[in-house]
């Protein structure tokens, strides 16, 4: 998983290995604070096993969360780019193993692989992407057809065969998901509720079975 990470596209096999073996690994408990908002950025990180929830605070203490990531995915690099503090709050949802990599470490990589540099701007711009995406949800989609298009987004990423659907083990609270979507928690428990009502999907501890993903399609629209 650690090689699918975009900071390797442009590495062979034995160069890959080499970098992964210099990496400083951090394990975690769910629960646990990697960084805060506003702490000085150094290095990236990239996820081993497990999940890292990226969020944001307001002044009166209300959370927003940007971001769920998951194996063979990576964050912090901006530091690399903009030097400065970090934008957000990385949290772990679900027991997880990084590899860290030190920006100066980083930046000697670049230089004898110019390739790699072209791989990092590209997985920040598609983040980009996906937050434009997310600020037209908020604008011009409806708390159903965000949550809809929520749990595709985890499903795509987290969900793995059933035998009644896709089982997507999320390891989200109900107010997590909530914050992900950018709702309050009552709006979206109503919409889960309606959408198992229909018979779309199944609501499991931290986790959802889709029954029905053509409809949650449809409904995402």
């Known amino acids: 998983m650690i090689r699918k990470a975009p900071l390797f596209a442009a590495l062979d ?3 890959a290995a080499t970098l992964i073996s210099s990496m400083t690994t951090t394990h975690m408990e769910r629960g646990d ?3 805060h908002e506003g702490d000085q950025g150094d290095r990236l990180y990239v996820i081993g096993e497990g999940k890292i929830k990226l969020g944001r605070s307001s002044a009166d203490g209300r959370e927003n969360l940007v971001a769920i990531l998951g194996p063979g995915e990576m964050f ?3 530091s690399l780019f903009d030097p400065g503090p970090r934008t957000m709050t990385a949290t772990a949802v679900a027991e997880t193993t990084l ?3 030190g920006n100066e470490s980083l930046q000697e990589i670049l230089t004898k692989h110019p390739g790699a540099a072209a791989t990092l701007l590209a997985a920040l711009a598609r983040r980009l992407r996906r937050t434009n995406d997310t600020l037209a949800d908020l604008v ?3 708390v ?3 949550v809809a298009k929520a749990l595709l987004d985890l ?3 987290f969900g793995r065969p059933a035998e009644e659907g896709v089982l997507v083990a999320h390891d989200l609270t ?3 998901l909530a914050q992900l979507v950018g709702a309050s928690r009552e709006t979206v428990n109503k919409a889960l509720a309606d959408f198992a009502t229909r018979g779309w999907l199944r609501l499991e501890a931290r986790a959802v079975l889709l029954l029905d993903v053509e409809r949650l399609k449809r409904r995402a629209r």
């Open 13 to 15: 096999d034995e160069e």
């Open 76 to 78: 912090g690099e901006l």
């Open 33 to 35: 604070i990697l960084f």
């Open 99 to 101: 590899l860290g990599l």
């Open 155 to 157: 499903s795509a990423r």
């Open 174 to 176: 109900q107010e997590e």
């Open 144 to 146: 159903p057809g965000r």
């Open 140 to 142: 011009f989609t409806d």
